[in-house]
């Protein structure tokens, strides 16, 4: 039988070239109908089209929020309850901390709407609508039209478009390009400012697993965080204000509490922020040589002096709390995906699609004139870059990454004003900093930013060519004869900018002479005068032939390959990436489980490490495997589970949603087998790992007894299994057969790579399913 299988699957292989993975992709939702539609509805969607995306109904879109601008969020009430990951209201949580409110430590729940916390700065945007507007922001460019003009041509465009959209101001609106410049879509928003902090559980079950388990499979972490969404009473968006209401979303998701089983259709719905699937070999390089490596040798510097003070002193661990994670998270993130394109030959891979563009380009005398030389042109341009490069790396991660150099940076707008004399516009940059002021001092501690200072100059000076480097700051480094400790020293015992008190001093009785003379100041303006006016220009050119050697590169991938669906980069707009529930292998002779257990986090846990404890109310819970309504069929309380679905950074706290439209979980991390993921889609290892809903359900309920929330909540039991149904259906489909096999024939066409076959286990005997894909 498996022959007939592998046979029938070959036919199908080579009569379909071209075809666009399911799992692989993260969609536009207003093409979704047109693209994927047909697609999807083989792989287990029950909703129309419609039900996913409407502008005049209301559709699955209207329950997913861009989450602050950096995750996701969903509605899942009628009263605005919304639903993130924990890391993504880390911030928010940690700002309402303090050693004696522990929030971070402790978890946080408000047990009714008047006890929830309002958290400035923080906003949802909810999308309205999203147009195509290629031909208007191209209307009259043509091949002929100059780089600049065309920029300039397209800035004020994309400008004009989103003025016009945002319905004087109603609205938050911008227009974002894609495929590299060769197509533009606006998009149109609802922006709520009201947004308050309902819920989230210890960082014991929110961040359980700490750094050590971050971007990794197996996994037990209970990521997730709850927000409410106010409004004003008439409907509009408004400040936070007592006479707020909670927001009435137009839709809510409902939340599943049926078992999951390999081959469910998922889908995630959210904001991922950025990959670079188009980048080419040498762009990679750089990523690799200088990209990556500076950042994590910065990041490890960093990283270690903030702990040391951390551990000494719970102020200072509360206050470093959320900048420790998310540079935490960064610094993993880079190591591993360095590892896995040594690992996974990425560059290679890279490579061979070049050549087969080259000698596509070079077969046509016509295409040759247009994209003979592109890349060329790619890898000219990059080898100019890779000597400044690094410049500007450092900029970000050494010098702006040090928090009296950022606050300094801040600084900027206002010394110009005070240059200009312009007492207007000198109030306003007053204003505009304060607040900034404010949150830099809330969570600062002198002493520890000033190790950072000492080290992070000291790379920045031993780095960077001397000759990119400005002479103000190298004459200061001189004067102390290269010791950098004795350079702090001078510079946080002379400069305000590390007093709040002689901050807001200065704010008070602002002077031009006072910033000029102050050594920080100093600092960070001459680098970055020296970035704008010596470095940049230099790379200014060669950006320039990057772009338009990228956008010639993405234009003539898709002409090369005219019946591939190609699916954008992401750039923070709404996307939906579909798959199914999968396992995977992540070596040779090692299959991991599509899902964990709280049996898991008991076996991890470690009460002498920070990252492994588990909190008592949770371990007694578990002795008496009280786990109501929330197990599994098989009495398991499933924790975390894995699909293939498509995401990046910002996704974070996307729902997973089923067929028939029901959140199934939260997707919160990508696993260290892809971290290459950003770069190119492995179908045989990029997974997303998602928090079981039925875990967070558990945890609001069982462990923090806040039934007011799940009141709330519109919970369904299809009673289990659930996947059941949804197999028959796919079964019918003329493009999917199942197959009955023995168990050891599964895991044989399992192992055989092929993606075509899907395992679906029920109850004891396999099934597997032929899916041919078109
Ligand atoms: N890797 C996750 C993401 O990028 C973030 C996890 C945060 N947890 C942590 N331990 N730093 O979405």
Redesign the pocket.
Known sequence: MLKKILSLLLIASLSVPFAARADEGMWLPMLIKRLNYTDMQKEGLQLTAEEIYSVNHASLKDAIVSFGGFCTGEFISPEGLLIT???CG?SSVQSHSSPDHDYLTDGFWATSKDKELPNEGLFVDILVRMDDVTDKVLEGITPATSEEERAQKIAQRMKAIAQEASENGQYVSYVRDFFNGNEYYVFVYNRYTDVRLVGAPPSSVG?Y???T???MWPRH?G?FSMFRVYMAPDGKPAPYSKTNVPYKPKHFLPISLSDKEPGDFSMVFGFPGRTKRFMTSHGLKLEVNQLNKSRIKLRDKKLGLWKEDMDKDAATRIKYASKY??T???Y??SIGQNEGIKRMHTIEGKIADEDKFQAWANADAQRKATYGDVLSNIADAYANIEKYNLGSIYLNEAVLGTESMMLGYRFIPLYNTLKANNAAATQKAIEDLKPRVDAHFKDYNMPTDKKVFAAMMKYYYEDIPKDQQPEEFKNMVQKYNGNFEKLADYVYSNSFLVSEQKVNDFLQNPSQKKLENDPAFQIVNSILMNYVNNIAPKMAESNAKLDKANRLYVAGLRLMNPDKVYYPDANSTLRLSYGTVKDYSPQDGVLYNYYTTLDGVMAKEDPTNPEFVVPAKLKQLYQAKDYGRYANSKGELVTDFITDNDIT?G??GSPVINGRGELMGLA???NWEAMTGDLVYDPEYKRCINVDIRYVLFIIDKYAGATNLIQEMTLVDNGNPGAGDAAEAKAETPQAELLNATVQEAKEMLRSGKEEFKIEKKKGDVKVKLQVKD
């Open positions: 990951n924990h890391h880390y961040k697993g700490g750094d388990d971050n971007w972490t990521d994670a998310s935490s998270n960064y993993k993130y950074g996704n974070s919160f991390d990508g």
